[in-house]
């Protein structure tokens, strides 16, 4: 071998040489550097198709729910107008044999409450302020009354009584109007609840202590007598 050959070959080793001996943290950064990018990368097409899935899924449900015809005989409920809202649940309730909603009359000035001849009643009879029972079962009832008091010197007592057969099932007392506390106007509802085994030509009607308190001026729609067969016996 030649002289130029051999300064040759040694001009190329030291180059090979450091090539191979290149420090390991250079070539471990330059992996870290790649790694990064490829997670990044993975991460964001991820998040995009997650996205994506999430819209599709939410307008496949709104879709799927305008598409669901309201059932007939269905009825929203008023939200915070209870008397209408008994009456909206009356209407789209499977029970259909027997079932009453009646308003308070506004002419009358005794204990006894009458009812409004236009009410609603289906499989039960109504007399001289009772509804008369025509088939046997387990009855819900569900009695309201708004009362309008303006203060006397004295305190006033409100009663409710809820009657079957003219005996007291149910009956709410509550005292307005305070002593020596001047009020202009109170106004008090009144409610009772009855799950009740009744038999037919069963009478249910309600009392008042003080008829002039009803109020069926301001808020007339308020003053509701309502029952329906929940189970029947036959």
Known sequence: MGPRLQRALHRVAPSQDTAMHEPAGSVASHWG???RSYFYFTTAALAVCLVFAVATIMVLVVQKSDSIPTPPGIFPLKGGNCSEDILCILQRAPFKKSWAYLQVSKHINKTKLSWNQDGIVHGLRYHDGNLVIQFPGWYFIICQLQFLV???EHSVDLKLELLINQDVKRQTLVTVCESGVQTKNIYQNLSQFLLEHLQVNTTISVKVDKFQY????TFPLENVLSIFLYSSSD
């Open 33 to 35: 550097t790649t790694s």
């Open 150 to 152: 303006e203060c006397p």
């Open 214 to 217: 009803v109020d069926t001026n």
